[in-house]
């Protein structure tokens, strides 16, 4: 229901057919003749086969195997799939000229009517939980989070007013009840993600462009796609079928019509498929249809740490040339991590015993931690592995975006020489280049501007991210003062001191 470069819809199909009589055709390449005279004694002719393509009975039974398997998933999964049609009452200005909002169907009447108004729009679902008369409804977020008024129409047009029960934005998950005496209405059986590979056949259903519970077909093009181009912290099921509008929060399955994923985006320039469909993997969705049943909302377990994805070149400056991990660029104060020792400048590998390869794969496995419960982080700082065990909080908005607590305040990076011809200084300089100052943070209230190169810490001369970090160790110290490059001379700023 929202539009852009990429647009967040769902899936649609690309058949396997050919490939099964391809497959076929290639194993029994070596006796074209036993194969020709089977294919000319294969079809009975009656009346009701004339014209019909003749076919070896024995090729034929490879497509009528894979035929079978699709009308029984059809048969089983697609009585659990629902049509989530929507009403969602937006705001706009009364300036004709200004800001034009999109439109999923239709558009105001006027350009100088009530400052609110109302628009619909339709996406997919699918049935996964029943507790007494109660149906539960899994969904994205954009599908239903907003909307002020839901109906829910099963596959055999019956039509149910429908509740959102829990939404989150950084997931884009959401969930949606209805009632319903009825006790037979199917259920999706949930399967395992984390067993989907390259290349594994997957089924995606939904109501695609209004046509409901609509089954298409495909592979699994990749897995672990991340979602941070468009700001959710999933990783995602990438698949060739077909997406488009309508079908966000249909289910995608396996061969066993188990549900590994919830259709939710494309990536393309035109609005229409381009075979680049993404779902988010199931197994990252489980943990919270429980928390939205109880609570309405998912609570994400927060440590404290600012992570960011670094360049090779950074990685060179810190000494960790050949690591995969995390790279912790900033921590709060007074937070999780920074009481239990981890420090700006750290690179994580490992969260309790599992291999840190991204920074959004990080931040989903701090995100599913329990309140109270513990992590055992490994990292590397100064060029030394040490483990740290972090005991979880609730990640709230107020302590997540307290940037008072910020420290530093910024992203040191190292004095390249792309960046000395960038800022024009020369090579007798050495340093650590200041970026993304942020507003409020200790390096705001310090007067720390974007270009500054900081060449010594406490005193301490640094010319390399290593040394920048190392001398502003907090176990060492609990204040810090930077001395500032300039033409005319170093420039020292006021003191920095720990709480």
Request: hydrophobic share 35%; net charge neutral.
């Amino acid at each position: 229901m929202k539009k852009g470069i990429k647009y967040i819809i769902g899936c649609s199909a690309v058949a396997l057919v050919a490939f099964a009589v391809l497959l076929f055709s290639c194993n029994g390449k070596k006796d074209r003749g036993s194969a020709n005279t089977a294919f000319a004694q294969s079809a009975e002719k009656t009346e009701d086969n004339k014209g019909v393509v003749e076919i070896p009975k024995t090729s034929l039974s490879v497509v009528e195997a894979l035929q079978d398997v699709n009308r029984s998933i059809s048969r089983e999964v697609l009585p659990s799939v629902v049509e989530i049609d929507v009403t969602e009452t937006r705001t706009r200005s009364k300036n004709p000229f200004g800001d034009t909002p999109f439109f999923f169907f239709g558009s105001p009447q006027n350009d100088f009517g009530p400052d609110t108004y109302q628009t619909q729009g339709l996406g997919s679902g699918v049935i996964i939980r029943k507790n007494g008369d109660t149906y539960y409804v899994l969904t994205n977020n954009h599908v239903a989070g907003l909307a002020t008024e839901i109906s829910v129409k099963l596959n055999d047009g019956r039509q149910f007013d429908g509740k959102l029960v829990g939404k989150d934005e950084r997931m884009d998950i959401a969930l949606v009840s209805f009632e319903a005496k009825d006790k037979n209405i199917p259920l999706a059986v949930l399967g395992d993600s984390d067993a989907v590979q390259t290349g594994d056949i997957c089924y995606a259903m939904g109501a695609p462009l209004g046509y409901r519970q609509s089954v298409t077909q495909g592979i699994v093009s990749a897995t672990g796609r991340s979602g941070d181009g468009i700001g959710n912290i999933n990783d995602f099921i990438q698949t060739d079928a077909a997406i488009n509008q309508g079908n966000s929060g249909g289910p995608l399955l396996n061969i066993y019509g188990q549900v590994i994923g919830i259709n939710t985006w494309i990536a393309t320039g035109t609005g229409g498929n381009v075979g680049l469909g993404f779902a988010i993997p199931i197994n990252n969705i489980k943990y919270a249809i429980d928390e939205f049943i109880q609570s309405g909302k998912i609570t994400y377990g927060w440590i404290g740490v600012s992570l960011t994805n670094v360049k090779p070149e950074y990685k060179e400056s810190l000494g960790i040339k050949n690591e995969e991990g995390a790279f912790a660029s900033q921590v709060f104060a007074d937070s999780p991590a920074q009481k239990a020792g981890i420090q700006a400048g750290d690179y994580i590998t490992e969260l309790n015993g599992n291999k840190v390869t991204s920074v959004d794969q990080l931040v989903r496995d701090v995100a599913i931690l329990r309140v109270g419960q513990k992590g055992k982080f490994k990292l590397i700082r100064g060029g030394k592995t040490m483990e740290v065990s972090v005991t979880v909080e609730e990640r709230t908005e107020k302590v997540s975006n307290d940037n008072s607590k910020l420290w530093p305040g910024f992203i040191a990076i190292p004095l390249t020489d792309e960046v000395r011809k960038q800022l024009k200084v020369s090579d007798k300089v050495k340093g650590v280049t200041v970026s993304n100052v942020i507003s409020k943070s200790p390096a705001a209230a310090l007067k720390l501007q974007n270009g500054d190169i900081i060449t010594a810490v406490n005193g301490t001369k640094v010319s390399n991210l290593a040394e920048f970090y190392a001398a502003m160790d907090l176990t060492k110290t609990d204040s810090i003062q930077f001395e500032i490059w300039h033409e005319s001379g170093t420039v020292k700023t006021n003191t920095w001191k720990k709480n």
